[in-house]
């Protein structure tokens, strides 16, 4: 499943499958970039984050993948489990921000077994 | 547990009471953030913090909201005259200072203004 282009507030999935969440930053100066999955009544927690002088980080099941010509970001999950639904937000660092990540609008995963 | 605490996690509350909530960073933290977020909004930053110095405030925080970080460990985050629309949840953040800015955050400090 994949929210494809323009942002979407929700993805569904089946249990296995491979998701794919889009984000799009504003700041085309921002150097560095981090996804976020937020479960309900929990803070963020951290999943992996990627530099601007990358294009793409592997981590363990999850990719990010950094298109800077475009400002675009994505989150790929491989083989979705139920534990992975949630809220997921990709944040960004643009240098006139000092020091804070601003956020994007949230993506809601629902996986179903 | 080692990670990012806050407390309360919850606080209800009547319109003009003041309020204060606590955060207690990643022991080797030098850098505390504080970040406000709505129902269906990502996390908004209000103030960080390097050691016990205040460096940045977003224009969110409003005069009826301070924050402090006396010794450069914890911090508190105040406010004062609560209306109604500050119900959300407040959130901490912090991480070292070595790291590029890949931030921990704590469960959130959920509040309530009737």
């Known amino acids: 499943g994949e929210s494809v282009g323009l942002h979407l507030p929700t993805l569904s999935v089946q249990e296995g499958d491979n998701s794919i969440i889009n984000c799009a930053y504003s700041?085309?100066?921002?150097?560095?970039f981090i996804w976020y999955k937020q479960e309900s009544g929990k803070g963020p927690q951290f999943i992996i984050d990627?530099?601007?002088?990358?294009d793409k980080r592997q981590g363990q099941r999850v990719t990010v993948l950094l298109n800077k010509t475009v400002k675009h970001l994505s989150l790929q999950i491989a083989a979705t489990q139920p534990g992975d639904s949630a809220v997921y937000f990709c944040?960004?660092?643009?240098?006139?921000?000092?020091?804070?990540?601003?956020f994007g609008k949230g993506t809601t995963l629902s996986v179903s077994s | 547990d080692t990670g990012v605490s806050q407390d309360p996690r919850h606080k209800i509350t009547k319109r003009g009471q003041n309020v204060t909530f606590r955060c207690d960073p990643i022991?080797?933290?030098?850098?505390l953030y504080w970040y406000r977020q709505t129902l269906g909004q990502g996390p908004e930053f209000l103030t960080y913090?390097?050691?016990?110095?205040?460096?940045?405030k977003s224009r969110l925080l409003s005069d009826r909201f301070s924050a402090e970080r006396p010794k450069g460990s914890f911090s508190t985050l105040e406010i004062q005259r609560t209306e109604q629309g500050d119900s959300a949840m407040y959130l901490c953040?912090?991480?070292?200072?070595?790291?590029?800015?890949?931030?921990?955050f704590g469960p959130g400090t959920r509040l309530t203004v009737l």
């Open positions: 700041n085309s100066a921002s150097d560095y």
């Open positions: 953040a912090s991480r070292p200072g070595s790291s590029y800015n890949e931030q921990f």
């Open positions: 022991s080797e933290h030098n850098r």
């Open positions: 944040a960004e660092s643009p240098p006139q921000a000092g020091t804070a990540l601003i």
């Open positions: 913090f390097q050691n016990e110095a205040q460096l940045e």
């Open positions: 990627i530099r601007s002088n990358m």
